[in-house]
T-cell receptor
């Protein structure tokens, strides 16, 4: 069965420090992986995706993610966190044969000034 | 380009009543999806339309939920009769036709069943 795990409910980081939000997945076929961010009272905004190719994917707002097939992980990273990055982050996976997303439970990122 | 819009943004109803949620996808997007997030848990897939056809409705919880997409444009999701466990945030998303394309989400409808 397909699944996504985001092991941390909340991540706290000081402004200016690097941040990592973890995501691991399980699919039967080739994974298509996505990160979304949700700000208060807003919908999910697309950050980045891995479909194929280079394992390091760069996305919006300075975020990047690294696809690691052996560890079945797709951690979200940013070299220097901003207070404005504080939000709820969702990892999602799609099996190459389907259109529907399987989401993780979300990780709340709090960047402290 | 206008994004995905959903109406209403909030709905509070009594158990047993009927509620209809509406989603307007991005123009030209043939794929339309409904998802639901309940009680701060993961966002769960409900169903997927390609134009006006239901491609995958494996996530629909029971026959109290009815989704339609007449004419392949906007979609409605009706809950009749609503139960307490239907409370949550209902998201609609749309995408272009290839599997590589990301989905664009609306702001969601927060449904509270009392």
């Amino acid at each position: 069965a397909q699944s996504v795990a985001q092991p941390e409910d909340q991540v706290n980081v000081a402004e200016g420090n690097p941040l990592t939000v973890k995501c691991t997945y399980s699919v039967s076929g080739n994974p298509y992986l996505f990160w979304y961010v949700q700000y208060p009272n807003r919908g999910l905004q697309f950050l980045l995706k891995y479909i194929t190719g280079d394992n390091l994917v760069k996305g919006s707002y300075g975020f990047e993610a690294e696809f690691n097939k052996s560890q079945t992980s797709f951690h979200l990273k940013k070299p220097s966190a901003l207070v404005s990055d504080s939000a709820l982050y969702f990892c999602a996976v799609r099996d190459s044969g389907t259109y529907k997303y399987i989401f993780g439970t979300g990780t709340r990122l709090k960047v402290l000034a | 380009e206008a994004g995905v819009t959903q109406f209403p943004s909030h709905s509070v109803i009594e158990k047993g009543q009927t509620v209809t949620l509406r989603c307007d996808p991005i123009s030209g997007h043939d794929n339309l999806y409904w998802y639901r997030r309940v009680m701060g848990k993961e966002i769960k897939f409900l169903l997927h339309f390609v134009k006006e056809s239901k491609q995958d409705e494996s996530g629909m919880p029971n026959n109290r939920f009815l989704a339609e997409r007449t004419g392949g444009t906007y979609s409605t999701l009706k809950v009749q009769p609503a139960e307490l466990e239907d409370s949550g945030v209902y998201f609609c998303a749309s995408s272009q036709w290839t599997l590589y394309n990301e989905q664009f989400f609306g702001p969601g409808t927060r449904l509270t069943v009392l």
